[in-house]
């Protein structure tokens, strides 16, 4: 009886510290899954610099993702549409990300279902080095402010995101940062993607 229980205990013990294996530079290169309530999101390593992301929700079909060095989206494929952000410069100028660093790119949208009107600019500004906690795991990661404006330079979207460069993954978004509304929306765990 008593080696039963200390034969359970061992496998819980073993089974808190499986679950708490944090994913470092090298493990995500194999690739590794983030998630939250609703969704979950496996990200691999593809060629030219991309990651590519498969979303999974919970409460809708899924969605396929490209991105750059895995912050700047280029491609989105659901079975509501289809979208790539065609970039007007080079993005590998961009990287590898420094505090302090600000850059403009221009993006054309194409989209089978709508001729496209016009630009749009992405603006990213590095405000900034910060740690984020995933679970048990901490990161280093780049508060990235990511503003994207229409031809008239309107404002359609702003946000931070915070970046991991280590895991080429952006864990969580903050907006409306520095007023009383500033809310972060990001991932809550990470584990190595089972091969």
Same mark, same amino acid.
């Given at each position: 009886?008593?080696?039963?229980?200390?034969?359970?205990?061992? &496998?819980?013990?073993?089974?808190?510290?499986?679950?708490?294996?944090?994913? #470092?530079?090298?493990?995500?290169?194999?690739?590794?899954?983030?998630?939250?309530?609703?969704?979950?999101?496996?990200?691999?390593?593809?060629?030219?610099?991309?990651?590519?992301?498969?979303?999974?929700?919970?409460? %809708?079909?899924?969605?396929?993702?490209? &991105?750059?060095?895995?912050?700047? *989206?280029?491609?989105?494929?659901?079975?509501? %549409?289809?979208?790539?952000?065609?970039?007007? %410069? #080079?993005? =590998?100028?961009?990287?590898?990300?420094?505090?302090?660093?600000?850059?403009?790119?221009?993006?054309?949208?194409?989209?089978?279902? =709508?001729? !496209?009107? %016009?630009? =749009?600019? &992405?603006? &990213?500004?590095?405000?900034? =080095?910060?740690?984020?906690?995933?679970?048990?795991?901490?990161? $280093?990661?780049?508060?990235?402010? *990511?503003?994207?404006? $229409?031809?008239?330079?309107?404002?359609?979207?702003?946000?931070?995101?915070?970046?991991? !460069?280590?895991?080429?993954?952006?864990?969580?978004?903050?907006?409306?940062?520095?007023?009383?509304?500033?809310?972060?929306?990001?991932? *809550?765990?990470?584990? !190595?993607?089972?091969?």
């Amino acid at each position: 009886m008593r080696a039963a229980t200390i034969c359970m205990v061992l &496998l819980a013990t073993a089974s808190v510290a499986h679950g708490a294996e944090c994913v #470092d530079a090298k493990a995500a290169k194999a690739g590794f899954v983030l998630e939250k309530p609703g969704i979950r999101s496996e990200f691999r390593p593809v060629a030219g610099g991309m990651v590519s992301v498969a979303n999974i929700y919970e409460s %809708g079909p899924p969605q396929t993702q490209f &991105l750059f060095a895995g912050l700047i *989206e280029v491609f989105r494929d659901s079975d509501t %549409g289809h979208l790539a952000m065609i970039p007007l %410069g #080079d993005l =590998k100028k961009l990287f590898p990300l420094k505090s302090g660093v600000k850059s403009t790119t221009q993006f054309v949208e194409l989209s089978p279902r =709508k001729q !496209p009107k %016009g630009t =749009k600019t &992405l603006d &990213l500004a590095v405000k900034g =080095k910060e740690i984020f906690s995933l679970g048990g795991c901490k990161y $280093n990661v780049l508060a990235v402010k *990511e503003t994207i404006r $229409n031809q008239a330079g309107e404002t359609l979207d702003t946000f931070t995101a915070l970046y991991a !460069p280590d895991l080429r993954a952006a864990l969580a978004r903050r907006y409306d940062e520095g007023t009383k509304s500033e809310s972060v929306i990001g991932y *809550e765990t990470i584990k !190595p993607l089972a091969q």
